[in-house]
Every structure is written in C-alpha cells, then in structure tokens.
C-alpha cells in the first residue's frame, strides 16, 4: 500500500496519494538549482537528466513524493533568483543508484519548456497569496511542494 502523502492545498494541506481519483493529477514541484551548475538552457540541451544531490531531510522526504508524470518549476538560485522553466518527471523516485546506503532518492527529468518570462523571488514576495509558499518560508530548501493556484499564478505572471 502507498502511504505517500503528497502536499497540494493550502500552506501544506494533506492529499493522499491514493486518492487521486480517475483524472490522475499530476503533482507539481519546485526544484532550485544553481544557473553557474547547472542552467535550464543546459538542461535543455541535454534533454534529460537524473535529479541527484538532495541532502535535505525534508527536501528528500519531497523528492521521494516524486511520480513520473509530475510537474517541476525550474528556480534559478544565486544571483538570478527565479522561476525560469518547466520540467516533467520521467520517472518515480527511486534509490540513488551512487549510495549504497538507501537513504537517498533521485528522479529523472526532462525539460518542457522555458518561461515566456522569468518570474522572480521579489514579484512572488510581493504577491499576498505566497505567503505560505515553501519558497518565501523556506528558502534555502532546494525541493518543494507547489499548490496547484500557486502554479497558475505562476504560469500567469510568467505571461506579462
């Protein structure tokens, strides 16, 4: 059984992964990455790429949640500080084949698409309904939960 519990709704509200019903929604993430790294136009280029690196406790408790098909904003950190594209999970999280201990996951991923325009940390900031978003109340985490209405936000200040 698939105990998963996947952060959705509200500041953190609870959806459980056995309930996603026939429509089978995919979830949406955020993960952050250094452009000097590794940039979304490298990303892009490559067409695919394992998701490795996580240390965090809570950021790889994220990361495990992980199923092919989901959805990930792609963060610029350092200087830039933005939202910058969109990727797809291409696979389930599962056990970094590097550690042989079993306590980290990685995902595979592939690039969507870039954003019309980046979308930055201080417009996400100026915004009321961020607030709670994993992003502005924790920022140093590199792998996050995003509500569906913070994506649409999002993909629509991208748009402007």
Do not use: C
Not at 70 to 83: C, L, M, N, P, S
Not at 86 to 105: E, N
């Amino acid at each position: 059984m698939n105990d998963a519990i996947i952060f959705r709704d509200g500041p953190l509200g609870v959806r459980d992964n056995r309930n996603k019903g026939p429509q089978n929604m995919a979830n949406r993430w955020l993960f952050k990455e250094e452009p000097t790294h590794y940039s979304f136009s490298q990303f892009r280029g490559d067409g695919k790429t394992v998701w490795e690196g996580v240390k965090n406790p809570l950021a790889q408790k994220y990361l495990r949640q992980i199923r092919k098909g989901d959805h990930v904003f792609y963060y610029h950190t350092g200087k830039e500080k933005a939202v910058v594209g969109i990727a797809r999970a291409s696979s389930d999280a599962y056990p970094d084949p590097k550690k042989k201990d079993g306590k980290t996951v990685v995902v595979d991923l592939e690039p969507i698409r870039a954003l019309p325009q980046p979308v930055t940390l201080a417009s996400i900031k100026a915004r009321a309904q961020f607030k709670d978003f994993a992003l502005v109340r924790l920022p140093r985490l590199s792998v996050m939960p995003v509500t569906d209405g913070q994506w649409k936000e999002i993909e629509s200040m991208a748009k402007k």
